[in-house]
């Protein structure tokens, strides 16, 4: 069984990261990544839908450690990709990758103090098994078998073609056709103007509106820096501008709702045509970043609509019939294609198994701490991002914050870190948020705190100051040594006592 000091799972932007932090901050650590599919990139290589983009600025986006150095800002799915993979091959990061290893199951062992993870290696899903003193899951947070179905009535009867964003196939067709698109969140909104280019109409189909918010595919003040500064310097510039504002907008419009939702709407007006119902189609009925705000790059959306080659119609969906959709209000949307971007499918560390010492742990029952590890399991944290925020704000933070234990943990001579759980603390959900895949999800979520360290703040410069600052050994993170087994001790004994 092949060993290493720290096995991360999952290749995409938050392991390419973790292999980043952990070579160059704790050099002195072993480590594979294993990736369950056959390329790099996570998110950016699985989705393949027409127009496929970033919803954050890639100044915030991108890692700290390399500069994003692209045009724009709002960058496209194979650009990211790309970069992803520029990163690994540039620091040898892709070296440390087993593909089409799927992690599957994680055992924790006091006695030697390590993971024995297993795989299902290949299409034959052969079971192949390491170990590791310390397992960083980097594996994100939803499905990758397939995106949420709500289970549509009639589905079998449309004869058209029915597709989710999360499985785009190469050979879907939709130029000169009817597209209905179900859905009004980022997907949809990215994939309603990039079809309208080519197909008959395409209509967005919502059951409730969303905010969204215009903005330049490329940032003109940044890229002026960039012409003028060295490359880190405006990089970081650029960065921390853009990290500020999304802070101020975000805690404005949670002290002042009313008047953030009335700008947003404003602004909003300005790129529809004057006569357009904006009261029905583009206020929502919940507050400004209750949900994720929808970025539209350049008014591709707006524009669509005011070239008549797209719409949007706000009701609920009766049943699919032969030719379409019929709705609750008794109207049919006519289509040859239906996209159902209805959103992700939650899952908790890849669905992994964990059992600590031969108990198995739900870990939907425990509660984070600093948001990347789970109390009472040891050695194991996990990447997460922002929801209010870019992901990889928060997972370089994380990856940062792993190699401080991971080399505070050698100095101290004390391999094995554990948060130990605090029953008198107050539970809450971990994602405030009320978004539909995260209230789907909300049961096999694990819990956060009302005090610290297991609450999550969702805000960049708090994290920045704890989790690059803050204390390792902070009273709630305790630290051991392995247990001592005499030779011939039966090991499955000592895990059951």
Not at 46 to 52: A, E, N, Q, S, V
Not at 436 to 441: D, I, L, P
């Given at each position: 069984m092949d060993h290493v000091d720290v096995i991360i799972v999952g290749a995409g932007l938050s392991g390419i990261g973790a292999g980043y932090h952990l070579q160059t901050e704790a050099p002195q650590k072993t480590y594979m990544i294993l990736e369950g599919r056959d390329a790099i990139g996570g998110t950016w290589d699985?989705?393949?839908?027409?127009?496929?983009r970033s919803d954050s600025d890639m100044f915030t986006l991108g890692y700290n450690f390399k500069p994003w150095g692209e045009a724009k800002a709002i960058a496209d799915g194979p650009s990211i990709r790309k970069y992803v993979r520029e990163t690994a091959s540039e620091n040898g990061i892709d070296k440390h990758i087993r593909f089409n290893h799927m992690v599957k199951r994680a055992s924790w062992d006091s006695a030697t103090a390590r993971w024995t993870v297993e795989a299902e290696r290949g299409a034959a899903k052969e079971i192949v098994r390491f170990t590791c003193n310390f397992l960083f899951m980097c594996s994100g947070y939803y499905s990758y078998k397939g995106g949420y179905d709500p289970g549509f009535a009639g589905r079998e009867d449309f004869k058209g073609r029915i597709v989710h964003p999360q499985q785009w196939?190469?050979?879907?067709?939709?130029?000169n056709k009817k597209v209905v698109v179900i859905g009004s969140g980022a997907?949809?909104?990215t994939v309603v103007p990039e079809m309208a280019k080519d197909a008959a109409h395409v209509t967005m189909l919502q059951r409730s509106p969303t905010y969204m918010v215009s903005r330049p595919a490329e940032d003109a003040s940044a890229n002026w820096l960039r012409a003028h500064l060295p490359s880190m310097l405006a990089y970081q510039l650029i960065r921390w501008r853009n990290v500020l504002f999304g802070m101020y907008f975000f805690n404005k419009s949670r002290k002042s709702p009313k008047q953030v939702k009335h700008y947003l709407i404003e602004m909003l007006k300005k790129e529809l045509p004057p006569d357009y119902d904006v009261k029905t189609h583009f206020t929502p009925n919940y507050n400004p970043w209750d949900q994720r705000l929808c970025l539209v790059p350049d008014s591709d959306f707006f524009q669509a609509i005011k070239n008549q080659k797209a719409s949007v119609v706000t009701d609920t969906i009766d049943r699919f019939t032969p030719t379409g959709i019929k709705l609750s209000s008794g109207k049919e949307l006519e289509a040859d294609i239906i996209v159902t971007a209805t959103g992700l499918a939650l899952e908790l560390l890849g669905g992994l198994q964990v059992t600590v010492d031969g108990q198995p742990r739900n870990l939907s029952k425990s509660m984070s701490y600093k948001g990347m590890m789970y109390s009472d399991v040891p050695n194991l944290a996990s990447a997460f991002g922002y929801t209010n925020a870019s992901w990889t704000l928060k997972c370089d933070l994380t990856c940062e914050y792993v190699t401080r234990l991971l080399n505070y943990m050698d100095r101290k001579g004390t391999p094995i870190a554990t948060p130990k759980g605090d029953p008198t603390i107050e539970e809450?959900?971990?994602l405030d948020f009320s978004s539909?895949?995260?209230?789907?999800?909300k049961d096999i979520l694990p819990k956060q705190g009302m005090k610290n360290p297991w609450k999550l703040y969702q805000n960049y410069a708090l994290d920045l100051v704890t989790l690059r600052f803050g204390k390792v050994d902070d009273g709630t993170l305790t630290f051991s040594k392995p247990r001592q087994v005499p030779a011939n001790t039966d090991q499955a004994a000592i895990a059951a006592e």
């Open positions: 699985l989705f393949r839908y027409p127009g496929i196939p190469e050979d879907l067709d939709y130029k997907t949809a909104v809450a959900p971990w539909g895949y995260v209230q789907r999800a």
